[in-house]
């Protein structure tokens, strides 16, 4: 069952970063530089390297969410949404911002990827505490 929950949380912060960089594609492409084709798209768009490593990094940062929650006791989905919340907010997001900064890239850059770290790791905390 533990490794059910790992990939349906990893599977829903997944759906829910599809959802938002669809929403934030021209922002995020701008900001990210990404080279883009005459139709406007990214230029490796048919490439499924980037959307499998994706994937796999979500399952995991749901694995270690999971060992964590049940080291802490987390059960519930409110305490999971909150601890997801956390982990996004004051790890993950810190951590892009760190990079970005060094790498000297965009406020912009830094608030959409770290929105999404911030918004996928509540949607996982909140996934893992249903099974």
């Known amino acids: 069952m533990e490794i059910l929950s790992v990939?349906?949380?990893a599977f829903a912060s997944y759906v829910v970063g599809?959802?938002?960089?669809m929403a934030l594609a021209k922002p995020w492409m701008k900001a990210a530089e990404?080279?883009?084709d005459e139709?406007?798209?990214p230029a490796?768009?048919?490439?499924?390297?980037p959307y499998i490593t994706a994937f796999i990094c979500a399952v995991l940062v749901a694995g270690m969410m999971r060992h964590v929650f049940s080291l802490s006791g987390i059960d519930t989905i409110g305490a999971g949404l909150i601890a997801?919340?956390?982990v996004g907010l004051f790890m993950a997001t810190p951590w892009i911002?760190?990079?970005?900064?060094?790498?000297n890239r965009s406020r912009s850059l830094m608030l959409i990827d770290g929105g999404y770290a911030t918004l996928g790791?509540?949607?996982m905390g909140a996934v893992l505490t249903l099974f």
Not at 44 to 49: C, I, R, V
Not at 97 to 103: H, I, K
């Open 44 to 49: 490796n768009a048919s490439n499924p390297l």
């Open 34 to 36: 990404v080279e883009t």
């Open 18 to 21: 599809s959802i938002w960089y």
């Open 7 to 9: 990939l349906a949380a």
């Open 121 to 123: 790791c509540t949607t």
């Open 97 to 103: 911002v760190t990079n970005y900064s060094f790498a």
């Open 84 to 86: 997801g919340l956390g």
């Open 39 to 41: 139709s406007g798209r």
